[in-house]
């Protein structure tokens, strides 16, 4: 079979895994119920949750790229189907009558095995799903992050159906056997999340999987801007994902209203994902700090004035543009650096998931501190993270490289 013409079940495949694969961002839904559960927990406490899982997340990230060296892609899928599964399914077990020993458990099962999973998960599809897609990297990164922003808010849409009639941490059990289900039906195609084979033209011609090794790119300052530039963008994606609902609540909206900013991070990972084919990652991440720079603008304008409307429309352009920085980082990680080392250097870029994640577990202590005024913490640290966004994607543009990997200049054959 051609190509081209196998291509296409493999990003469907990717698309559907990635499905499953935004489950942990439907915190934000989760956060209420469990403090109504558990009226001993703080604010500050579920931040540090939503942290650690961040951390651990990027962990898993980097290590299965390390371990897809060793180990098959489809094996590292089902090991992310089976952590989630026992990771999520676990927390229906959390004794009601003990908060500390339950919070204790929480951290483990939510922050440490599901999050781990979803590393390897996100590692093993970006890394087999893309390399089948070199004419179209970008477009191709934003469909996979398209559907991670939705999973979000398809997961926190069931939640709202399933928390009243089974309780929260039922709730969240149920999320995870619906995981290991899809992830199932995936890995039930022998195909599925596999890297594609050279062509026999391909062979015939000597072509080869070119591009930078994980320490040539370390050395590389274009490397270092595009991380830091991510990592203060991921910063304020988890920030605003993390508290969207409950923004969404405190300026008169409901909290599917605040949850509109999953699906617009879906929306932004796909269009401005398509749009790096054709602006190049130079031009695309000055899209993407023009679109952050609006939202906080939006978010801390609505919140001085009390204006329900801007602050719906900052959550949403905050969800656009952090949906457009992780598929501009992933897609321009694989253009700038090359594809032949592509699931070792992704999983070193997206430590800017732990630099983000430290930089959002300070988020609900500094909101509990200025005794839930949005204006005066959320807002603010936005506005503090678009200052280190402005000057990286700037300063990108001098040091960017000067052409792309040739790698990337291949088509795949007719």
Not at 51 to 69: D, E, N, P, R, W
Not at 148 to 171: C, E
Not at 186 to 193: E, P, W
Request: a positive charge; hydrophobic letters at 55%.
């Amino acid at each position: 079979m051609q190509t081209r013409k196998r291509r296409w079940p493999v990003a469907f495949e990717g698309i559907l895994a990635n499905l499953v694969l935004g489950i942990l961002y439907t915190w934000s839904v989760f956060r209420s119920p469990l403090l109504v559960l558990y009226p001993e927990w703080t604010n500050g406490m579920l931040s540090i949750v939503f942290g650690v899982h961040q951390i651990f997340t990027c962990l898993g990230i980097m290590t299965a790229g390390y371990l897809s060296k060793r180990i098959s892609m489809r094996k590292l899928f089902f090991c992310f189907a089976c952590m989630a599964l026992i990771g999520l399914g676990g927390i229906a077990l959390l004794p009601a009558s003990m908060p500390q020993l339950s919070y204790v458990l929480l951290l483990f099962l939510f922050s440490v095995v599901a999050a781990t999973g979803v590393g390897f998960g996100i590692n093993v599809i970006q890394s087999s799903t893309l390399a089948w897609f070199p004419d179209h990297t970008g477009f191709v990164s934003g469909a996979l992050y398209m559907a991670l922003g939705m999973s979000a808010f398809v997961m926190a849409a069931l939640s709202g159906v399933t928390i009243p009639a089974f309780g929260i941490k039922a709730a969240i059990a149920i999320v995870g056997g619906i995981v290991f289900i899809v992830s199932m039906l995936i890995l039930a195609d022998r195909k599925a999340v596999c890297l594609p084979a050279l062509t026999d033209a391909q062979k015939a011609e000597g072509k080869q999987r070119t591009g930078m090794t994980t320490r040539e790119m370390l050395k590389t300052p274009a490397f270092w801007l595009l991380f830091l530039w991510n990592g203060c963008m991921r910063g304020a994606g988890f920030i605003l994902l993390e508290h969207a609902a409950d923004i969404a609540i405190a300026f008169a909206a409901s909290a599917l209203i605040g949850m509109l900013i999953a699906p617009a991070n879906g929306f932004g990972s796909l269009s401005l994902g398509a749009l790096l084919d054709r602006l190049g990652l130079k031009r695309n991440i000055l899209v993407v700090c023009v679109l952050i720079a609006v939202s906080t603008i939006s978010l801390i304008i609505g919140g001085q004035t009390g204006t329900t409307a801007l602050i719906v429309l900052g959550l949403i352009l905050g969800g656009i543009s952090y949906g457009g920085s992780t598929s501009t980082y992933a897609a321009g990680i694989k253009v700038a650096f090359g594809e032949k080392h592509f699931s070792s250097n992704f999983g070193i870029a997206n430590f800017t998931i732990f630099f983000g994640a430290i930089i959002s577990s300070f988020s609900g202590g500094i909101l509990d501190a200025m005794g839930g005024e949005y204006e005066r913490s959320i807002f603010v640290m936005l506005a503090v993270l678009l200052v280190p966004v402005l000057i990286c994607g700037i300063a990108f543009q001098f040091f960017a490289p000067k052409k792309e990997n040739n790698a990337e200049k291949q088509k795949c054959e007719n």
